[in-house]
């Protein structure tokens, strides 16, 4: 089994002996720093600790309060699957790599080695819970243990919807979109991915190697089931449409769609504008299931304390792209507007993060090489991403960009300018955006073809293109 043991504690015991003086060296080997992984589907940066009062989440709360919180942290693509195998491989999206949820890393980057294949080959206990790849058995060979939870991934309150229904997606057999029932917190995937890490936490306290615990959390993801009890946190009278609920004229009609993820279920309108009272129902969902997986990750993060495993692990928290709740009039991601792009991203560096806030633009594949960075160990070449462990350390990054994508939207977010392409196969654009959001931060005044704005246009596709990736057209 190969270690990497960067830290190694030496001491001098002085002995005197017959007037002469014996140095002993003591050396004590000290395993690398676990890391505790923490993915949460469809997670916007709507959080008590992103500013957003109304949300109860006193457990992301506190683990943001010992962290470094990415105020401008950027997936690379805003569809669940595509996103995760890019983060884990540190590898970019392409015009024909990593297209949408069904992507499978060990098949779009054969020869990636992935985050968790580069640790499992350094000593690291790996293990996956939840969803970590969308699918469960994606980069097989990296895991030392992969866990799912049993029953039905869309609509699992009852035992017997399970026993009738087994895998079926129920979303597409009607189903409703939310439900608040009363039950305890373990019926619900969630509990049971929480009660499964702590489990696993208990064993890793006493091996003798560091361990890389990778939990995939459900919700908030549709449908916005969560115990009764989350629900109550909230008062629906409370609830508005959020202010950007309009589809402006300037924008090209490709930055919309039919949230078709959400019409498939059995009480949402096939098309159309949501009446509002339904718009506030599904909001209310969101925020139950925000604050119900907050309690599931509190009680990992309470028993990683609990085991004085704490002081010993990075802790690593990220939502895998931002979902829309009536921003722009639509619903779920797969866009490229800043609520869909725009995630959580907060680290916990024993010794090194108390809090603190970045504005600094971070993508998703930067992610794998701050980890691997932060434990030892030497980037694979294949990785794409840039470490942020120098804004760790208090230096201002030199990277102020990113690229995210969807489809042919292509986006650069650059500063405050946020500027999208949508491209043909060669490259060459047939509709674009762009917002300041010094002056426009809901983006409803698109910047890209008013006369005043093809200067900076011109270059603002120079170096998108100049960024995107040289493998990007191929």
Not at 112 to 140: C, E, F, V, W
Request: include cysteine.
């Amino acid at each position: 089994m190969k270690y990497i043991f960067k830290f190694i504690a030496i001491s001098f015991l002085i002995i005197s002996c017959n007037n002469q003086k014996k140095e002993t060296i003591i050396v004590d080997e000290k395993k690398p720093m676990n890391i505790l992984f923490i993915a949460v589907d469809d997670l916007r940066p709507e959080l008590n600790f992103y500013g957003a009062k109304h949300i109860k989440s006193p457990n992301l709360d506190n683990l943001a309060s010992e962290s470094l919180v990415f105020n401008r942290a950027y997936c690379n693509i805003p569809v669940c699957g595509a996103s995760r195998a890019s983060l884990l491989t540190g590898t970019r999206p392409t015009r024909h790599r990593f297209i949408n949820y069904k992507t499978r890393a060990d098949i779009d980057v054969p020869n990636a080695m992935s985050l968790p294949k580069l640790l499992k080959q350094n000593g690291y206990t790996t293990i996956s819970n939840g969803k970590i790849y969308h699918k469960r058995d994606d980069d097989s060979l990296a895991w030392d243990t992969r866990w799912f939870p049993k029953g039905n991934i869309r609509n699992y309150k009852l035992e017997k919807n399970k026993i009738q229904n087994g895998d079926a997606n129920l979303a597409m057999g009607g189903a409703s979109a939310f439900e608040d029932a009363k039950v305890d917190d373990t019926l619900y995937f969630d509990g049971k991915i929480a009660q499964k890490g702590i489990a696993d936490l208990k064993v890793l306290k006493n091996e003798n190697q560091p361990f890389f615990l990778a939990l995939g959390f459900m919700k908030p993801h549709l449908p916005f089931n969560a115990p009764k009890k989350y629900w109550d946190l909230y008062d629906r009278n409370t609830i508005e449409l959020p202010e950007s609920y309009v589809q402006p004229k300037s924008t090209p009609r490709k930055a919309f769609h039919n949230f078709g993820e959400l019409r498939n279920y059995g009480n949402i309108p096939k098309k159309g504008d949501l009446p509002e009272d339904l718009a506030k129902q599904l909001i209310h969902g969101y925020y139950a299931c925000v604050s119900y997986v907050d309690a599931q990750i509190g009680l990992v993060l309470d028993e990683l304390k609990r085991l004085e495993l704490d002081d010993d692990t990075i802790v690593i928290l990220w939502g895998d792209h931002g979902w829309n709740l009536g921003d722009h009039k639509l619903w779920s991601k797969h866009v490229t507007f800043e609520t869909a792009l725009r995630t959580p991203l907060v680290i916990k560096v024993p010794g090194k993060t108390n809090g603190q806030k970045s504005e600094a633009i971070t993508e998703f594949i930067d992610i794998y090489p701050s980890l691997a960075e932060l434990v030892g160990l030497e980037i694979p070449n294949t990785v794409e991403g840039k470490s942020f462990v120098p804004i760790l350390e208090g230096e201002t990054p030199k990277k102020d960009w990113a690229v995210s994508k969807f489809k042919d939207a292509v986006t650069l977010i650059k500063g405050n300018l946020f500027y999208t392409e949508w491209t043909k196969d060669d490259g060459v654009a047939y509709a674009r955006m762009l917002f300041d959001h010094r002056t426009d931060p809901l983006e409803l005044d698109n910047l890209a073809e008013k006369p005043e704005y093809q200067e900076k246009v011109k270059a603002l596709a120079i170096e998108l293109r100049a960024k995107w990736g040289e493998d990007f057209l191929k």
